[in-house]
């Protein structure tokens, strides 16, 4: 069965750093075979793509907002990924959710929250 889960999140004040990891079980072939994102939603709104990496290689952040400040990997040896956050503002705040693509299939974490807040 595979699985995707997510920990790193919490409380983090305004200016400060979070680090999420995802870690994928079940996979065969490992994340190598993967490619793997990182997905956002806030309350009230629909979910974003936030970073995807492929699994060539190639590390993408899509929302202008997070550019410069986060900063997605991986670990294929440990099937996982990580969104180093930084500079975090309340924007940031959401339910983030860890994602895997494989061929045509796709597989879902359940979801961490992360809180921007003084």
């Known amino acids: 069965q595979e699985q995707l889960v997510e920990s790193g999140g919490g409380l983090a004040q305004p200016g400060g750093s979070l680090r999420l990891s995802c870690t994928a079980s079940?996979?065969?072939?490992?994340?190598?075979?993967?490619?793997m994102s990182w997905y956002r939603q806030a309350p009230g709104l629909k979910r974003e793509l936030v970073a995807t990496h492929t699994k060539f290689g190639h590390a993408v952040n899509y929302p202008r907002s997070v550019q410069g400040r986060f900063t997605i990997s991986r670990d294929n040896a440990n099937n996982t990924v990580y969104l180093q956050m930084n500079n975090l503002n309340p924007e940031d705040t959401a339910v983030y959710f860890c994602?895997?693509?494989?061929?045509?299939?796709?597989?879902w974490g359940q979801g961490i929250q992360v809180t921007v807040s003084s």
């Open positions: 079940g996979f065969t072939g490992g994340i190598s075979v993967l490619t």
């Open positions: 994602h895997a693509l494989h061929d045509a299939s796709t597989y």
